[in-house]
């Protein structure tokens, strides 16, 4: 872990990260203290245009993003935890970029002007570019993981030339001696935006990605975006599941915090057994 003064960044949690994914939101922020950034939360955020927005009115989405790149200062990169967050602020700020009726239009509408030069990273992004020593944080104590990345990091034709962050994962929760597993699904939808009205169908999909990680031998999984972990615990009807975990909750421990009973509280599939198998919590 650094020991350096803490890095100022700019936060964008989203409105998953704010209310149903807290506990992600709690361990991101704990995990960034630790290894020394400040994250300072965009004020006045508002939902980025993702969800429905995007399906029913394509310039209200559009305008909803460029509403938080407009607040977010150009001095500090702008920190964004979820994949679907991040592809709706970065795609805006692609086309403003691209598009000078697209830039003419935000900069009236926002009565300020674009800045070019913000950095957008996705919580990956942070970790991947920070120097501090993987193999000094605490272990994991040989705790058997599949990764789960879902289908939101997938990346559309005007951000093909982005970094592929598949693998990272399991990269860097085996340097803390995790082990992951390989499987089929890692990238698999879980039907997150058909939970509402197809959720026998989403069911389906879901018991599909827990059954894929049970016969492999895995004995967690781990994601990458809170929406795909809240819709794998509620949908899931196996009888014998595996725990879940955000992949903020293990840095934050590996870092240095504790885990906690409250911490793991919201959890519908309790994780406590298999934390106290490991030795991880007593």
Not at 169 to 185: C, D, K, Q
Not at 230 to 256: A, V
Not at 259 to 276: G, Y
Request: charge should be positive; hydrophobic fraction near 40%.
């Amino acid at each position: 872990m650094p020991n350096k003064a803490n890095i100022d960044v700019s936060y964008f949690p989203g409105c998953s990260m704010g209310a149903s994914g807290n506990e992600s939101n709690a361990s991101l922020l704990s995990f960034c203290k630790n290894i020394g950034f400040n994250l300072i939360e965009l004020k006045d955020w508002s939902c980025c245009g993702s969800s429905s927005a995007h399906s029913v009115d394509a310039e209200l989405a559009f305008n909803l993003a460029t509403r938080n790149l407009a607040i977010a200062p150009s001095t500090r990169p702008l920190l964004i935890a979820c994949p679907n967050c991040l592809l709706r602020l970065r795609q805006a700020y692609i086309k403003l970029k691209n598009d000078k009726e697209y830039l003419e239009k935000y900069e009236k509408k926002w009565g300020k002007r674009f800045e070019p030069n913000l950095e957008i990273w996705h919580f990956f992004e942070l970790i991947d570019n920070v120097d501090f020593n993987l193999e000094k944080f605490r272990k994991l104590n040989n705790i058997k993981f599949v990764s789960y990345y879902g289908c939101m990091l997938n990346r559309p034709p005007d951000m093909r030339y982005e970094k592929n962050y598949y693998g990272f994962m399991e990269r860097i929760l085996s340097t803390a001696g995790g082990i992951p597993v390989r499987w089929s699904y890692a990238s698999r939808c879980c039907g997150t935006f058909l939970a509402a009205v197809r959720p026998e169908a989403v069911t389906e999909m879901v018991n599909k990605i827990m059954k894929g990680a049970i016969d492999v031998g895995a004995e967690c999984i781990v994601t990458a975006c809170m929406m795909c972990h809240m819709n794998l615990e509620i949908r899931c009807t196996i009888k014998r599941p595996i725990p879940i975990f955000h992949l903020s909750e293990l840095l934050s421990f590996m870092s240095g915090s504790p885990i906690t009973h409250s911490s793991m509280s919201k959890h519908i599939i309790d994780p406590m057994p298999l934390l106290r198998a490991k030795g991880l919590i007593r």
